[in-house]
């Protein structure tokens, strides 16, 4: 019989922009600590972790969860398996390992994502006829329908869903002060495992408004999306534990336990849309009204995509539901780690909602290239 999946711990890494803090550090040496942290807050329930789900989008290739499983003292029983659903990853693993809980499979697993963009290997297109030439990422569309840059489609988005520079340069001003404020007040501290010695994230800066419009467009000229409302390339990685119901309630732990999770498809010219139509699925499939959602973190890939997909959804970030949406921050401030971001927000979930009445919801979501969506409703218990 089917009982719900609960998450019972989560972690992190800090997180650090590509090239700098952890440019020597392969995935596995990311991963393996956090994996490593939350094995053994979950070690006073007495049973053996039965699988390592991980996501991860540009790594070394093989299946990296076993690597990482591995490297983090799980014992050559824990097997591991790896998944790529792009910047939805970390997410979709944690959702592939809820299954697995639901329907009796496993009693323990720890999942999450890991990306080491500084680490990644170097690819290259190969052609009968035609010599290797490196290219910088995989199709997310084979030929004949859109497949444009994340950049490109930020931009699109926000001309499309009438996002506006000065909009969109205030949500990145918004995301860095929250960072700051949530550092400042310790709200990472319980979160995050030290890596290198290093016990916070990297690049949460003060930004000011005058300096944010003087930056010109990164991606389309006169266009709106610059390098100031757009999140960095990351190294970093998440791990929550999964475990049943029975388990949790057993042990007298607070969690959060999965209510839904859906991916789904839309048009891949606008692949910043996709939150949208997973988010209604969920909230459709739970007979749930947004407003009854107390914390929203969605993946701050550019600020044009979470205000189009917020105005969509009826929320407004920067007033009425700044409390509600990525209320410390997001990637625009802490960064993307692509395999690990979903992941890092159900993390942020967890922290922000620990101690909250029961019954209170928190919703995860994230874009994903190609034009998808995925998204999470939890509720505490």
Do not use: K
């Amino acid at each position: 019989m089917d009982e719900h999946a609960v998450v019972v711990a989560a972690r992190r890494t800090p997180i650090g922009t590509a090239g700098h803090a952890f440019r020597s550090l392969t995935a596995e040496r990311l991963a393996a600590p956090v994996i490593e942290t939350v094995a053994r807050d979950v070690a006073h329930l007495g049973v053996p972790v039965d699988d390592v789900v991980l996501g991860n989008c540009t790594g070394p290739g093989g299946n990296l969860a076993r690597v990482c499983a591995l490297a983090a003292g799980m014992g050559h029983e824990v097997p591991g398996v790896t998944v790529d659903r792009q910047c939805g990853s970390g997410l979709a693993a944690i959702l592939l390992a809820a299954q697995a809980v639901r329907c009796g499979d496993a009693d323990l697993v720890v999942a999450g994502g890991v990306e080491s963009a500084s680490t990644a290997p170097l690819r290259v297109r190969r052609r009968e006829g035609e010599p290797d030439v490196p290219y910088e990422r995989a199709p997310f569309a084979p030929e004949g329908h859109p497949d444009p840059d994340m950049g490109q489609a930020a931009e699109a988005l926000a001309a499309a869903r009438g996002v506006t520079r000065e909009r969109q340069d205030a949500y990145a001003c918004r995301s860095h002060a929250r960072a700051l404020a949530a550092r400042e007040a310790g709200r990472f501290a319980r979160e995050i495992v030290p890596i290198g010695g290093r016990t916070d994230d990297q690049r949460p800066r003060v930004l000011r408004p005058p300096s944010l419009a003087r930056l010109p467009a990164a991606f389309v000229p006169g266009g709106t999306v610059t390098a100031g409302n757009s999140s960095p390339v990351s190294d970093g990685a998440a791990a929550v534990a999964v475990v049943p119901e029975r388990l949790r309630a057993a042990a007298g732990l607070p969690g959060l336990r999965l209510l839904a999770g859906a991916v789904a498809g839309c048009d891949p010219a606008l692949p910043g849309w996709g939150p949208v139509p997973a988010v209604r699925r969920v909230l459709r499939r739970t007979g749930t009204d947004l407003a009854r959602v107390a914390a929203v973190e969605i993946v701050e890939a550019f600020a044009a995509q979470v205000l189009a997909v917020t105005d969509a959804l009826g929320l407004d970030p920067l007033d009425a539901d700044s409390e509600r949406v990525c209320a410390d921050g997001g990637a625009l401030a802490l960064g993307h780690p692509w395999g690990a971001s979903g992941a890092v927000v159900v993390t942020r979930l967890f922290s922000r909602l620990l101690g909250a009445p029961q019954g209170t919801l928190g919703l995860a979501a994230v874009a994903v290239g190609g034009g998808l969506g995925i998204a999470a409703l939890f509720e505490v218990v």
